[in-house]
């Protein structure tokens, strides 16, 4: 199985270059040090649980709204591209691809042989962290919602797994490792900041034509529905809001970070019945294709090139 | 069977890969004929050298035999595989020594060649292979990060023997070496052609190819101009060329200079400068060693294999050159 060599190959690579060292030290002071710092600190004593960090805060009237595992998407989503962006063109630059494909590794073997092997090597430092962040939490007294506390655990793998497939397909498709840093950070910054931005002028776009060409315009919830949808097929927003359905209710989390005026319209109909895009398995579905159409788009690409 | 069989292949670099690139008005010039509807074989066996100066279009070939690049045109077909559609096939069966490769800075040569046996499906004994190249246990268990480019080129090679490969493709194996070690490097060619392997080797200098191949090709402009034994392309040339001849001991220079189709002999300490006809060359170096002195290594002056491109393409019709000079 040469997709394994390549991927073990790969992952030693990480081990020797200390990036694991570094990444795993990284996350046990991020999310093991920010857990120690809080219920051992700020709640000292107080008999808080894993939701009070982990899962959201929301003030009264939805003022003012924070969510750990949206802090953390940031920060997972932008290692992993950090990651993986290299991992094909830093090869083909060097010179070490040839090496890698005179020997009987198919093309296939090499990309996802290297998505294997960088996904573990984010998984793993990411691992070591939410342990950290556990013992911090039993030795502090604060109460563990395990069930919760691993599913949050599981979907911030797949959010990283989904920003290493995303860096592998850059990196499949970029003619230079110039070329495969400024998508990188073209592409973070799109899912990070401007993202809402796009979800937002769509919909507005969409009733503007609909004026033009004199037909009926969107309702409000059809346009909140709409701007919702596009939020979602965002990784980073897809996990965040998977995590905030472990600890409360889909209408609830679906709806987190949604204005007053966008509750009004919409938490009516949510709370009858959610439409099937919007559940949990249908978010789930986007997270996880986040994760497989990347690096196929990246070997189909990967597949034709000129080394 | 034909261990390398290409078929009327062409292949033509579309320079369109960039941003910035895309962003120059393009134009037909744009466009490179690296390999122009080029047809030969290698027999099973058969030690073949290919020959031709930088950019005439060998590497395109290799390339093209590795599925490294893909042609445009014509077809390539690798110990009976097309080498495009079962190119895993292909390499699972031969030793590769490419052009313009590196190793990994951070692993260590055994690494290395524990990586090439486990790809392959191998069962040598990564030490075993590292000796034959000449690299010990302790330069094997550094990290190739401070190899020299000598030292990468022979773990390189140990990572091409690993399987018993039925065919070594080695471009330019010799670059990077010193005169030993190019020495080294033929021998371990003519013990793989012993054992029955087919080995093509590219090279732009003709002394490294003529030691040891049974046949060559030399290219020039992506086309081969000429495919002949070593002693068929010798007998076609009869121009002068420069052999320089590292020798340890005292050599006989006078007996050199009576030798027929020497013209000039001087001596620069180890060094020799032979000015003589291509034939003359083997005489000249029986002659250094039957005078008591040991020939290390010897080189004929690159400048010889541009004769003999101008000795093959002289009073050809130049209309049907390929206009292409990148």
Known sequence: ?307 | MAAIELNGVTKRFEDDEGLFDSLLPSSDADAVTAVDNLSFSVAEGEVFGFLGPNGAGKSTTINMLLDFVRPTSGSVRVLGHDAQAESVAVRRRTGVLPEGYDVYDRLTGREHVEFAIESKEADDDPDELLSRVGLDPDEADRRVGGYSKGMSQRLALAMALAGSPDLLVLDEPSSGLDPAGAREMRDIVRTEADRGATVFFSSHVLGQVEAVCDRVGIMRDGRLIAEDSIRGLRSRIETDSVLRIDVDGDADLDAVRALAGVSSVESDGGRLVVGCTDDAKSRVIEAVEAGGATVADFETDSASLEDIFLAYTEGDDSADEPEVTA
């Open chain 1, 1 to 307: 199985m040469t997709l394994e060599s390549v991927a073990r190959k790969d992952f030693r690579d990480a081990l020797r270059s200390r990036w694991l060292l570094g990444l795993t030290l990284f996350f046990a002071l991020l999310i093991g040090g920010s857990a120690a710092l809080f219920y051992g600190v700020l709640l000292s004593g107080a008999g808080a649980n894993s939701e009070t960090l982990f899962g959201l805060t929301t003030a009264p009237g939805g003022l003012f709204n924070f969510s750990y595992a949206g802090m953390l998407g940031f920060v997972l989503a932008l290692i992993a591209l950090v990651t993986a962006h290299g991992s094909l063109i830093d090869e083909r630059e060097s010179g070490t691809i040839k090496l890698l494909l005179s020997l009987p590794n198919s093309r296939r073997d090499v990309v996802f042989g290297k998505l294997v092997g960088r996904t573990l090597v984010v998984i793993i430092s990411m691992l070591v962290g939410f342990i950290v962040a556990l013992f911090a939490m039993l030795f502090t007294g604060g109460q563990v919602m395990f069930v919760s506390y691993a599913g949050q655990v599981a979907l911030s793998g797949l959010l990283a797994t989904a920003f290493v497939s995303i860096g592998v397909w850059l990196s499949a498709t970029s003619a230079s490792q110039r070329q495969a840093l400024f998508g990188t950070v073209g592409l973070y910054f799109i899912f990070a900041v401007l993202w809402s931005t796009v979800a937002t002028g769509v919909p507005r776009l969409v009733n503007w034509v609909i004026e033009q060409l004199g037909l009926t315009a969107l309702t409000a919830p059809q346009i909140v529905q709409m701007r919702l949808f596009i939020k979602y097929l965002n990784p980073l927003r897809a996990y965040e809001t998977l995590v905030a359905e472990l600890y409360g209710p889909a209408v609830a989390a679906r709806l987190f970070k949604a204005g007053l005026a966008e509750r009004f319209a919409i938490e009516s109909t949510f709370a009858e019945s959610l439409p099937f895009y919007f559940t949990g398995p249908f978010i789930l579905a986007i997270l996880l294709a986040w994760i497989v159409v990347p690096p196929l788009l990246g070997y189909r690409a990967f597949e034709k090139t000129d080394l």
